[in-house]
């Protein structure tokens, strides 16, 4: 009953309508959009990348999904994971120096559109207040310490984060990122480390708890067995080796890095500084030059850039740079200036490089900035202002064997013997450090994989360097010695000229200062 009455109220209305505005024109079916193929393909792959959670993966992810949100309408599941793979893109890139503003603004829009995903509205300020790693001064920019309003947003972020964090690893790694960047208390790490043992197969999770400082090595390991191609995991133990001064193992985690990571200029520069210790300057120009055309206002590469010359002898091409740099603003002034007064003194123009030398002490206190003002003055014969300058160097850096050495020179001149020896003295300690810090360096070239011709090349520079270093430890030995002599120390200058006898260019010389000191007893 109920049903034929329904159907014959229906058919009134029909009919009614009918009535009013006559007969109905037959109609064609409405087209139905046939759903893509590739739409479930590409977003099926996307998933899975999500899951693995690398860079690259998340990279990867980010674009299929992109693909997908221009063929169909996003339902709120898909639209969901693009979600958490653009913020897990974004945390990853900025930790990877990579620059790319893309990720946050989609995670922002997807918000925007699917009002169901509000709950991620604070997960997406924590990506906001991360910053993009850098090496160095990258700008002139705003030096602002954000660390002061971010720590007074956390205490109230903290408690509900963590109820919602705790249950899910992406949510869990966004709250791991902002504790590993604004720590709080002690307890911070532990809670960390309390949720990635909730998760323990999740990579995206455990990477950034392996990356409480100063690095989990075994957890690196761990993530790198169980995907390969978990690149960061190769950034960050080269950065580490970087700072432990391996350098041949940090280029090797890099370049792998970087093959993989083009984009990221924190890369390039590191391995620009690489090859720069290393004092293969072409090659440490060439990847501050890539630096440069990853980021073009990058004044650490600009200045890294401009080094490069000057340790090639390219004073006149460096000095343009410098100017430049100084220019643009005040970030990097003082280490500009330093440089400029350094090409200008190996162009002989000294009266520029005091100039430049003097604006550099104003804004650096460090020794070498006095080491070099020192060597100038006594280039310009200003003696007393040359003792200054170098005495100051060593009160900033006691270990500054350059500065002990021209010391010893200038009160060898003043025949102030007894501060002449203990200068010289000084200064052969400072040398045999840099002969062990050379021989320590020729023994990681000898050891490592590299191309044997490569290898030579640097063994043959370092050996010429560590000669260099015990001839001048040799030569300030021999001038101690006689300075104490000359002082009347007989003691101490049988001492100093034995020590210089281990060198063929001072035996002989040794031998006779020996007998010499034998003779005034």
């Not at 992810?61 to 974004?90: I, N, P, Q």
């Not at 323990?200 to 400082?213: T, Y």
């Not at 620009?272 to 890539?290: H, T, V």
């Amino acid at each position: 009953m109920l049903k034929k009455l329904g159907f014959s109220a229906f058919g009134l209305v029909f009919l009614a309508a009918c009535a009013v505005r006559g007969p109905l024109s037959p109609t064609a079916i409405p087209a139905v959009s046939r759903p893509d193929p590739s739409a479930a393909l590409k977003t099926a792959e996307a998933g899975s990348l999500l899951e693995r959670g690398g860079y690259i993966h998340l990279r990867r992810a980010f674009e299929l999904y992109g693909e997908v949100d221009g063929l169909v309408r996003m339902d709120f599941w898909t639209a969901e994971k693009f979600l958490r793979t653009s913020l897990l893109l974004d945390v990853r890139a900025k930790d990877l120096g990579v620059f790319n503003d893309l990720y946050l603004k989609t995670a922002r829009r997807l918000i925007e559109a699917h009002p169901d995903l509000a709950p991620y509205g604070p997960y997406a300020d924590i990506a906001s207040v991360l910053e993009v790693k850098i090496a160095g001064v990258l700008d002139d920019g705003s030096d602002q310490d954000v660390r002061s309003s971010i720590v007074k947003d956390l205490a109230k972020w903290g408690e509900s984060f963590k109820a919602d964090a705790w249950r899910d690893p992406v949510l869990a790694s966004l709250v791991a990122a902002l504790r590993i960047a604004f720590p709080t208390s002690g307890r911070d790490y532990q809670d960390l480390r309390e949720a990635g043992d909730r998760f323990p197969k999740n990579l995206f999770l455990k990477f950034q708890i392996s990356s409480i400082p100063p690095g989990d090595l075994k957890l690196w390991e761990e993530i790198q067995n169980a995907d390969p191609e978990y690149y960061e995991v190769m950034a960050a133990r080269g950065e580490r080796a970087l700072a432990e001064k391996r350098l041949l193992s940090a280029e090797e985690d890099l370049l792998k890095a970087h093959g993989a990571v083009p984009e990221s200029p924190l890369l390039l520069i590191r391995l620009a500084s690489i090859y720069f210790a290393l004092e293969e300057y072409d090659q440490s120009l060439e990847f501050y030059q890539k630096t440069l055309r990853a980021r073009s206002e990058y004044k650490e590469a600009e200045l890294g850039r401009a080094i490069s010359l000057s340790c090639l002898g390219r004073a006149a091409e460096a000095i343009p740079i410098l100017e430049a740099l100084i220019a643009k603003g005040p970030a990097l002034r003082g280490e500009c200036y330093y440089w400029l007064a350094s090409n200008r003194r190996e162009l002989s123009d000294l009266a520029a490089a005091a100039e430049s030398i003097e604006t550099a002490k104003s804004l650096l206190r460090r020794s070498q900035v006095f080491t070099l003002s020192g060597l100038i003055a006594l280039e310009r014969s200003l003696i007393d202002q040359a003792e200054e300058d170098l005495k100051e160097a060593i009160r900033i850096n006691p270990l500054d064997e350059e500065a002990f050495f021209n010391l010893g020179k200038i009160y060898a001149q003043k025949m102030a013997w007894n501060e002449s020896g203990l200068n010289f003295m000084m200064a052969g300690y400072g040398y045999e450090r840099e002969e062990k810090e050379l021989e320590g360096i020729a023994a990681q070239i000898q050891e490592s994989s590299m191309a044997e011709e490569r290898k030579a090349k640097l063994l043959q520079r370092k050996k010429y360097q560590i000669e260099k270093a015990r001839l001048t430890k040799a030569t300030a030995y021999y001038n101690a010695a006689a300075g104490f002599y000359n002082a009347g120390d007989l003691t101490r200058a049988r001492v100093w000229a034995d020590k210089s006898a281990f060198h063929p260019f001072f035996t002989a010389k040794a031998k006779e200062f020996l007998i010499l000191i034998d003779n005034r007893k």
